[in-house]
């Protein structure tokens, strides 16, 4: 991007239990309005009743929709009100997807995928695309309660690259069973309601809302837009599932680094919006990370969490939102809910509202797998620093690894590369063969898919240095304990509920535990929009990681009888159960050298598909002197529109090599792309194609790539070169 | 007198019956039961349990005997060994 643009805030829309809309919400963090009650959207058992934040704001819900979704786009209609224009991307971060509506229907029975078209994640993000007629990247992330903050640094990085000029972005959650009672279970929820930094707090209150911004780049402020995207830092602590690290140095590197990243110094922020859930732990290790950062200088500071209560993979937004009305009305909101300030914690918040000018803000978010993430928005008229122009990396490859029904990398290569089919599941005890049966004893399968890939890829590089970020792309995340924990609740009228369970299902777990495994502290992302949730990973990490930083990008998805036919409607339609997963040790960088992977292409589906991906593609003369052979992936479900886009790209384009169907190999999940990328950079370092994969003879790859492509509901191209 | 030797028989048979409980929940599989100390503290020793597993520990304690442990003071004290967590659970139970 142009020196001295800035990335300013031009639309947004924010739907919390304090109202909707800014004017509203502004009036309750002035009024201190506590938004905690006991909840009236679900019965609770009166020895189980604790107090949430629900919101209570009429909502227009259309039909089968589910209220993450109807949430989410009533936030984003007030984001995009009084804008004629289409945003390019839209990133949404979110834990939940159309849980709420899934949990009933299983405790109803309903075994008809149709009633679950809305589950996964990534339907948000794709329910917000139609409505608002967006073609580019649509990316979901899922990072427990960092989520909503991991998606502003997102949009911030694609308008920065070059890869978009406006971005919808924001966070949303819905609550529902599964959270209310998954955070009783684990006894964090605060009988008398939220007290953040009271000595006496004892967690969290769970809340829900949405909230979305409209961000563009621009030379000068766009008229109405009263704050800009500074910067943000994600980093993981690497330390344990839940707990925060001790002395907050997750959370210190974090904010650090989005300091840093928005050319500013620490002394320059007026206002800290905090995590501040309320629990001891969180609470004690932000405040010791603040210290540590500001030394006896810290700003004026609260959570608002009180107010708000914690809306999970919103709660990011939510307070993006909230830091936005701070500099642009100069408030500095309340820290409810501390009656008896801890004064162990050596910090002092802001305890009553108040009015004073704020020029630079920065809000804090943490969540389970040791995710942060911090964020700064400053006022309009803040002087972003010149940065140099970037770009997204490619993946210089240094380490593979597979895991099929075929077994390991090695098992799965020989076979297919043969024209054999790889499709099936292995046992969770194969899986985990080569690891400690105390480092798994709590993982069910995808956890442990994970620890075996990410050992495997790390060995398969040497055994070197260890990654330093972790990109992981999951349509589905962990189903077992998905389903055992929501079997265990059910079949126990709500009593019980295992909290291992809760802890192990949110989609960022598996990454999380690759992160304590390598110690990796740097960016630990989670992607999952359905099929396409491995090219996310993937995008995601050519946008975050600097320039020769060592990461590790895999993707897997787990078969799980019950629940992937009804959430996964190609599985339902497949014969063969199948599961897997890849993964790549590489390093990041614009110049690379040997085999590399490259994200060239994310569109939704279009008619003329062929020509939009081969603009993306960026072949200006004859394709076959790029690329020797296609491996493409239909998804079963959208069989007939994807094999239109595929007809119509290879009539576009030209291209005369062999195209491979890998979904005929790999059987029907959304990671088959992981294994896919996999087996497409081995076949690139064996040089050809063999006969019984080709079906015509051996075709040799001379110095061409391959190209892996998705169609569907979105088509989507990376590179492999060598 | 007997009345107490009954006691001890019975917190006996609750020991063995829920370390039996505790390894199987937890998937501890390299452990017998006769490895296990009594008064040794149940977080922090060679079976690996940490705050989660407690956590899960809870729920089935309440599931299958009717005790419920619901705040940490509590807990830190009830799950101080599996002889304290027994008396606890022959004290307080409402489910045989």
Known sequence: ?722 | MEELSNEKILIGKLIDELKRKVLDILNIQDISLSDIDNNAPLVGNELGIDSIDILELVTVIEKDYGVRIDNKELGQKVFASFASLAQYIYDNRTLI
């Open chain 1, 1 to 722: 991007m142009m020196a001295s643009e800035g990335i300013f805030i031009t639309g947004s829309g924010i739907l919390n239990p304090l109202g909707r809309g800014h004017l509203s919400t502004l009036r309750s963090l002035k009024n201190s309005v506590r938004g905690i009650r006991n909840i009236n959207l679900f019965e609770v058992a009166a020895d189980q009743l604790m107090p949430v934040a629900n919101i209570d704001t009429p909502l227009k819900i259309e039909d089968g929709i589910p209220r993450t979704h109807a949430l989410a786009l009533a936030a984003a209609q007030d984001a995009m009100e009084g804008h004629r224009c289409t945003p390019d991307a839209i990133v949404i971060g979110v834990t939940t997807g159309g849980m709420s509506k899934s949990e009933v229907l299983l405790n109803s029975g309903v075994k008809s995928p149709k009633e679950f078209a809305y589950h996964g994640t990534g339907t948000v993000a794709t329910y917000l695309a139609k409505h608002f007629s967006c073609h580019g990247p649509v990316f979901t992330i899922s990072t427990a309660c960092s989520s909503g903050t991991v998606a502003i640094k997102i949009a911030l990085e694609l308008i920065r690259q070059g890869k978009a000029n406006r971005v919808l972005a924001g966070g949303v959650d819905a609550l529902c069973w599964f959270t209310y009672f998954g955070f009783l279970s684990l006894q964090l929820l605060d009988p008398k309601g939220a007290r953040p930094l009271d000595r006496d707090r004892a967690g969290i209150s769970l809340g829900e809302g949405a909230a979305m911004f409209l961000i563009e780049r621009a030379k000068n402020p766009p008229p109405g837009s009263v704050t800009q995207v500074l910067g943000g830092g994600i980093s993981c602590d690497a330390y344990h599932p839940t707990a925060p690290h001790p002395t907050g140095d997750g959370a210190l590197k974090a904010m650090r680094d989005a300091i840093a990243d928005a050319g500013i110094d620490a002394a320059d922020i007026g206002y800290v919006n905090l995590h501040g859930t309320a629990t001891m732990d969180n609470d004690a290790s932000e405040a010791m990370a603040l210290k540590r950062l500001f030394g006896d200088r810290i700003p004026p500071l609260s959570s608002t969490k009180g107010m708000t209560g914690h809306s999970l993979g919103a709660a990011g937004a939510v307070e993006f939102a909230i830091c936005s009305l701070s500099v642009s009305e100069g408030i500095i909101p309340g820290n409810i809910g501390c009656m008896n300030l801890d004064s162990s914690l050596g910090i002092l918040p802001v305890l009553k509202p108040e009015s004073r000018p704020v020029k630079i803000a920065m809000s804090n978010s943490f969540g389970f797998g040791g995710n942060n993430a911090s964020v700064i928005i400053g006022s309009v008229d803040v002087r972003p620093p010149d940065r140099p122009e970037a770009h997204p990396r490619s993946l210089q490859v240094t380490g593979l690894a597979c895991l099929t029904g075929a077994g390991d990398m090695d098992a799965s290569f020989q076979k297919f590369s043969q024209g054999i089919s790889i499709a099936g599941t292995l046992n969770n005890e194969e899986i985990s063969k080569d690891l400690s049966q105390r480092y798994v004893r709590r993982l069910k399968r995808i956890s442990r898919m994970a620890l075996a890939l990410a050992t495997a890829a790390h060995k398969n590089a040497g055994g070197g240095g260890k990654p330093s970020s972790i990109y992981f792309g999951t349509g589905w995340g962990p189903l077992s304990e998905t389903y055992d924990f929501l079997t265990k609740l059910f079949e126990s009228d709500m009593r019980f509920a295992s909290p291992t369970d809760f802890i192990n299902s949110v989609h960022n777990a598996p990454a999380g535990q690759v992160a304590m495994e390598f110690k990796s502290t740097g960016a630990n992302m989670t992607a999952s929009g359905g099929d396409y949730s491995f090219e996310q990973a993937l995008w995601i990490s050519s946008l975050l990681a600097s320039e020769k930083e060592a990461l590790l990008l895999f993707g897997a998805d787990e078969m799980h009888k019950e629940l992937s036919p009804l959430f996964d409607p190609s599985v339902a339609l497949d014969t063969t159960p199948s599961d897997g997963g890849g993964a790549i040790m590489a390093i990041a960088t614009t110049k690379p050298s040997g085999p590399t992977v490259t994200p060239l292409v994310y569109v939704m589906a279009l008619k003329d598909a062929g020509w939009t991906i081969m603009n993306d593609l960026n072949i200006s003369d004859d394709i076959n002197a790029h690329y020797g052979a296609i491996f493409y992936g239909i998804p079963l479900a959208y069989e007939e529109m994807a094999r239109n886009q595929l007809t119509n790209f290879l009539s576009h384009s030209g291209f005369r090599g062999p195209v491979i169907d890998y979904r005929k190999y790999t059987g029907q999940y959304a990671a088959s792309s992981a294994v896919a990328v996999v087996l497409a950079i081995k076949t690139i370092e064996k040089g050809f194609l063999s006969a019984g994969l080709t079906g015509t003879g051996e075709v040799s790859l001379g110095k061409n790539g391959i190209l892996v492509m998705g169609f569907g509901p979105y088509c989507t191209a990376i590179g492999i070169h060598n």
